[in-house]
């Protein structure tokens, strides 16, 4: 029995259906922002509180009240309810789902390359592509204001990242879908080509800037397991082990309900998480014996979730593997836009993250707990704990450099979306013109100021006693 597969739209029909999205959500209409409340994020915010471990819920209040920007790294439900109430295209691609400018990041590929790629998918799931440009450009707003830049040096700096994601769009919409796919953001060869297109002026006004880039760069090769392992473990009677920094990093025998050995227990869950990697990489993962674990508190908005490190050693004292096992909750944005169900979120976030990043760790994977486990039926992804990775220092940028880091974040995010929505359709529907970005920064502005209304308003919750925060 034969088969009729319906022939795909060609590039025509593919760009009339964008600009026909145009003609029913025109590009002016992304300035939108309702205005509302502060309680309302306030409201939010301590509504997650629940599915956090109750010990660390003050750690994560103390974390997000210290400023405006760390309060909006850790209220990507507040906004991404804000999101819900603006005018959306029907342009959907895979979100990244908390698209702010310090989830962006370097690290390792598989073929040891430093690369350039956004770097967080907790809350990643299909929706509207402007809902992560959106975040992105108020990202930078915020981190402009923080940093006291003038109003015009963030706005600036908000339109270079959404101009950056327009142009790439236009460009990967002209190009084959592999080289598309293969497109990728190698840091060092990005940083020498923008060198070589600056006038000898400016080359000397940024000299002391491009050296301490260039620093950066080369410390982050050392940021490594191994790295890591000086850092956050210790050796004991001939044995390594991990070292426990209450309430950041706590040993798995410390908490351990003793109804069965708890290393067994996640010796099993090791051997769900090897099912869903690789052949080739069961193979090596099965050279590594599990030494240690600890739990340990990460990030802003994560802070409360349950994140593990995993100590694996192999043959050789020098063979060692350390593995992040980080809770997946369901995503921030599934309440807001219809889309799949999950049986594992772990699987969500890992699905999602091979979507759009150009290279993946290769040991993502994910697992769901047994019932008589510590965290009974909690779902995780794992990952290599790190691997040359590099963050930008947001707080110690000028407004040229903040700029260039936009334009490479939209260029990103550009790229992460042309891989699963269709580039064709969005570069029609974005046009030659600067009126998308125009609205978008708008839309920033307007995001930035409810976003300084909702810190203020958690950080009275704070005084007040209201909401408890505990230094950590």
């Known amino acids: 029995m034969s088969t009729v597969t319906a022939p795909r739209p060609d590039g025509a029909e593919r760009a009339a259906a964008g600009k026909l999205e145009r003609a029913r959500v025109p590009l002016q209409t992304h300035a939108e922002f309702r205005t509302r409340p502060a309680d309302v994020a306030l409201s939010l915010v ?105 109003a015009s040096k963030s706005r600036a700096a908000a339109l270079a990242s959404v101009s950056s994601y327009r142009t790439a769009m236009r460009t990967f919409a002209e190009q084959p879908f592999l080289a598309v796919w293969y497109a990728n953001l190698p ?155 999950y049986e594992s979120e772990g699987e969500r976030v890992v699905l999602g993250q091979r979507m759009m990043q150009a290279a993946s760790d290769i040991f993502l994977g994910w697992i769901r707990s047994r019932p008589d486990d510590i965290d009974a039926g909690q779902h995780y992804y794992l990952r290599q704990l790190r691997d040359w990775k590099l963050s930008a220092e947001v707080e110690r940028m000028r407004p040229t450099s903040l700029r260039l880091y936009a334009t490479i974040c939209g260029w990103t995010l550009a790229r992460a979306h042309a891989r699963s929505g269709d580039r064709i359709a969005l570069a029609a529907y974005l046009g030659k013109s600067d009126a998308f970005e125009e609205a978008v920064a708008d839309f920033a502005e307007a995001c930035a100021d409810q976003n300084e209304r909702d810190h203020a308003a958690f950080a009275a919750a704070v005084r007040s006693g209201a909401v408890a925060v505990e230094p950590a």
């Open 187 to 341: 840091l060092e060869e990005t940083l020498d080509e923008y060198v070589q297109n600056l006038d000898p002026r400016e080359l000397k006004r940024r000299r002391d800037d491009l050296a301490t880039t260039r620093a950066r760069i080369a410390s982050a090769r050392s940021r490594d397991s191994m790295q890591a392992l000086r850092k956050l473990s210790t050796v004991v009677d001939g044995r390594r082990c991990l070292v426990s920094d209450p309430p950041l990093i706590v040993r798995l025998d410390d908490l351990a309900d003793g109804a069965r050995p708890a290393h067994e227990r996640v010796e099993q869950l090791l051997a769900d998480y090897r099912a869903t990697v690789r052949p080739d990489l069961r193979h090596l993962l099965e050279q590594f014996d599990l030494v240690d674990a600890a739990r340990k508190v990460v990030g802003v908005g994560s802070v409360g979730m349950r994140a593990w490190v995993l100590l694996l050693q192999g043959p050789r004292p020098d063979d060692v593997l350390l593995l992040q096992g980080k809770q997946a909750g369901r995503s921030v944005l599934a309440e807001y836009v219809k889309g799949p169900e």
């Open 46 to 150: 301590l509504g997650q509180d629940s599915a956090r471990l109750p010990e660390l819920v003050p750690v994560r209040h103390e974390r997000m009240v210290a400023s405006p920007f760390t309060f909006y790294r850790g209220a990507a439900l507040v906004m991404a309810a804000d999101l819900a109430a603006t005018p959306t295209t029907s342009l959907h691609t895979q979100l990244c789902g908390d698209a702010h400018l310090s989830n962006f990041g370097a690290y390792a590929s598989p073929e040891r390359q430093l690369v350039m790629d956004l770097n967080d998918f907790d809350e990643t799931y299909p929706g509207p592509f402007e809902w992560d440009v959106k975040r992105m450009a108020a990202s930078f707003v915020v981190a402009g204001r923080e940093n006291g830049f003038p």
